[in-house]
C-alpha cells in the first residue's frame, strides 16, 4: 500500500464524505488516547466525544487532523 502526498496549487474542499480510514486493535484505549490529548472526535454528525456504532456492528469516530482533514477510526475486524 501506499499513500501518495503532493502538493497542488487549488483550492483544497474539506468535507467529511472525504477522509482517511483506518482501523485499530484496541478502540477503547485510541479513545482514550484522544482524551487525554485533548483531541475533539465524534459521530460522523459532530464532534460530541461519542462513538457511533454502524449496521454492522462495527464503532467509528471521526476527527479532523491540524489541517483540517477528516480521519476515521474504526474497529473492524
Same mark, same amino acid.
Given at each position: 500500500?501506499?499513500l501518495?502526498?503532493?502538493?497542488?496549487?487549488t483550492?483544497?474542499? +474539506?468535507h467529511?464524505?472525504i477522509?482517511f480510514?483506518?482501523?485499530?486493535?484496541?478502540?477503547?484505549?485510541? +479513545?482514550?488516547f +484522544?482524551?487525554?490529548k485533548?483531541?475533539e472526535?465524534?459521530?460522523?454528525?459532530g464532534?460530541?466525544?461519542?462513538f457511533?456504532t454502524?449496521?454492522?456492528g462495527v464503532?467509528?469516530?471521526?476527527?479532523?487532523?491540524?489541517?483540517?482533514y477528516?480521519i476515521?477510526?474504526?474497529d473492524?475486524q
Amino acid at each position: 500500500m501506499e499513500l501518495h502526498v503532493t502538493e497542488y496549487n487549488t483550492e483544497i474542499k +474539506l468535507h467529511k464524505f472525504i477522509h482517511f480510514a483506518f482501523t485499530v486493535n484496541d478502540f477503547d484505549g485510541y +479513545l482514550e488516547f +484522544l482524551r487525554e490529548k485533548g483531541i475533539e472526535y465524534g459521530e460522523f454528525s459532530g464532534k460530541n466525544m461519542k462513538f457511533q456504532t454502524r449496521i454492522d456492528g462495527v464503532r467509528q469516530i471521526y476527527f479532523q487532523d491540524p489541517d483540517g482533514y477528516w480521519i476515521e477510526v474504526n474497529d473492524h475486524q
